[in-house]
């Protein structure tokens, strides 16, 4: 191999790196200056060492002798700084947050670490630094986040869980004076929703949010509890008569007439009235601990909602106030309900059947379906008591079902044994939820078919006031359609409402009942007779016929006679009695 092969194979030697020649605090402080953070840094003697361009123009700084002193444009950071550590000899580090300047009118939120450190070598003394990041769309955001967390979109109160923190915070606070908790209910609202859409029911609502607020004082806490029920605390209040003064100052500001959008809408509201008893219970337990502000809360808020739901019940547009009694009533009702649920799964209901007799030939021409509970510990359970609960509840759709299949399985069974007739008719009270029901024409059909019944066979009652609300449409259309396949339908308690000549006009049934208070009792006039055979000849006049109830006495029976009645039922002529008990003949 040659020399020069040789010298062609060796490898090459590295080339040498570039040196650089970039100051090292340039570079930082290029760095800083493409950062959106504002950097500013001051010697411990107020000389002004390094401002990038945020910081610059945050603090309004210039490098030169015509910006404003470091040291009072650095004012507002430097006035929050705890002292130890802006003149102490040791300096240290902290951290906050603070509002300095402004963006578009409105203060701008920073938050703010600032580094001081002491040192004696230095030509400043040491330095102070200064790094401050603008985080005011980020708190906006999560203010904004916040605020529809703890606040109703619909009506911009505060939401119920929120509403639970203020009551606990203001029964915590206790302050002299009474505080009252009201719960404010808009009746019927699905009625609007249903009727004219859920845009319209929200426009009541934020207008019912605006009046409500008007009505109550500026330090009250007002704020929409769910659906539509709304809460109101007042505190420092002179004493619990001014808390139902204050309630039916709600309550006139709420009812009346409304015009949202060209409709009008007649308004009304119920109330109910809580008085918080702290003061009284502390008094009265002696060394036992009391209970803690927000269990306080809780119990206020459920005496409320107990006291507004009496108030619905009693009527609407009403005022009720939290009593004992109350609570004891809705603790039973409560029961009542729960225990109602297993009544029919647990073969509690039986059905007792009524006579209805001719009042002329005296034989029993049909008989009326009588629910009964036999509760296991409380013994019989009467109807009057336990029906309300059942349609509150909704559970009267699967007992009304049930109710109707017992009576036409006691119809067969009675017309088989030729016990009645073939004329015999089964009376069945329905009600206003069985008859809103869809499938509920198809069920009575189908019950019909299944125990070989003719359609007059089978009497439905409903009752008066279910074919006057305002939400009536779906029974009126179940009625009729109920007459068209031949099942006869009864008009309940006739007369004790204010439409009972148009409901025999414009809706028509097949029978008319007789309220008792109507059928002449003991005490009624010459006037009162004309006025029912006045009633008989205009239902006779539109094929129905007229039953009397609740006949106790026999001058009573005598001028339902006169009168033209043409059936008679009361427990002078017949009491309820089990099936295999019943009677078909008059005993006077």
Same mark, same amino acid.
């Given at each position: 191999?040659?020399?020069? %092969? ?45 401002? @990038? ?18 040291? /009072? ?9 705890? &002292? ?66 703890? $606040? /109703? ?69 007002? *704020? ?5 029920? =709304? ?46 008893? $702290?003061?009284?219970?502390?008094? @009265? ?17 459920? &005496?409320?909602?107990?006291?507004? $739901? ?46 209805? =007799? ?27 008591? =336990? ?46 939820? %069985? ?33 006057? /609300? ?23 308690? =006739? ?43 205009? *239902?006779?006049?539109? @094929? ?11 001058? %009573? ?5 006169? *009168? ?20 078909? %003949?008059?005993?006077?």
């Amino acid at each position: 191999m040659t020399t020069e %092969q040789t010298a062609t194979t060796a490898p090459e030697a590295p080339a040498e790196a570039p040196q650089t020649t970039v100051d090292p605090f340039v570079a930082v402080a290029t760095t800083l200056d493409a950062s959106d953070a504002a950097v500013v840094v001051v010697g411990i003697d107020g000389s002004l060492l390094h401002a @990038n361009r945020a910081g610059a123009a945050l603090f309004s700084l210039s490098a030169d002798a015509t910006g404003p002193d470091p040291v /009072d444009a650095l004012r507002i950071v430097f006035d929050q700084l705890p &002292q130890q550590i802006l003149n102490g000899p040791e300096g240290g580090t902290w951290n906050g947050e603070m509002s300095i300047g402004s963006r578009l009118d409105r203060p701008t939120t920073h938050t703010v670490t600032v580094h001081v450190q002491h040192d004696p070598m230095h030509p400043s003394g040491g330095y102070i630094g200064i790094i401050s990041n603008d985080v005011t769309d980020e708190r906006e955001r999560i203010a904004a986040l916040a605020h529809r967390i703890e $606040h /109703d979109p619909t009506t911009g109160l505060i939401n119920r869980t929120t509403a639970i923190e203020r009551v606990t915070d203001a029964l915590g606070d206790g302050g002299p004076g009474t505080t009252a908790l009201f719960m404010i209910d808009i009746d019927r609202l699905s009625d609007v929703n249903d009727a004219l859409g859920h845009d319209m029911g929200d426009r009541l609502l934020a207008s019912t949010a605006r009046r409500l607020a008007t009505a109550v004082r500026p330090s009250d806490l007002v *704020a929409r509890m769910a659906g539509d029920t =709304f809460l109101v605390l007042c505190t420092d209040l002179d004493d619990p008569p001014s808390a139902v003064q204050l309630a039916e100052r709600i309550k006139r500001s709420l009812t009346g007439r409304l015009t949202i959008h060209q409709l009008e809408l007649d308004v009304s509201v119920s109330v109910g009235v809580a008085i918080d008893r $702290h003061d009284d219970a502390v008094a @009265n337990e002696g060394p036992t601990p009391p209970r803690s502000p927000r269990d306080r809360a809780l119990a206020l808020i459920s &005496q409320a909602d107990t006291a507004v $739901h009496a108030a619905k019940h009693g009527g609407r547009g009403r005022i009720a106030q939290f009593t004992e009694r109350l609570a004891s009533q809705a603790r039973g009702r409560t029961q009542l309900s729960a225990s109602l649920s297993r009544a029919l799964r647990e073969g509690q209901l039986a059905l007792d059947f009524q006579p209805i =007799f001719s009042a002329v030939s005296e034989l029993a021409e049909a008989a009326e379906a009588l629910l009964r509970w036999n509760h296991p510990t409380r013994g019989r359970v009467e109807a009057g008591e =336990f029906i309300p609960i059942a349609e509150e509840t909704g559970v009267i759709v699967p007992i009304g079902d049930w109710v109707l299949r017992q009576a036409c399985l006691t119809a067969r069974h009675w017309i088989d044994e030729e016990i009645v007739g073939s004329r015999f008719s089964v009376h069945v009270n329905v009600s206003r939820l %069985q008859l809103a029901s869809p499938a509920f024409v198809n069920r009575v059909v189908d019950l019909l078919r299944e125990y070989h019944l003719r359609p007059r066979q089978i009497v439905l009652e409903v009752r008066e006031a279910s074919l006057v /609300d305002d939400d009536a449409d779906e029974v009126v259309r179940s009625v009729r359609a109920l007459r068209r396949v031949g099942v006869r339908v009864a008009i309940d308690n =006739f007369g004790t409402g204010s439409h009972a000549l148009s409901l025999m006009t414009d809706i028509g049934a097949d029978v008319l009942k007789l309220d008792g208070s109507l059928a002449l009792p003991n005490g009624s006039s010459e006037t009162d007779t004309r006025v029912v055979r006045a009633l008989v000849l205009l *239902a006779h006049a539109l @094929n129905m016929e007229v039953v009397a109830e609740r006949v106790t006495g026999l001058e %009573q029976l005598r001028r339902l006679r006169a *009168a033209g009645c043409d059936l008679v039922q009361g427990h002078l002529v017949g009491s309820p009695a089990p099936p295999d008990e019943f009677q078909v %003949q008059m005993e006077l």
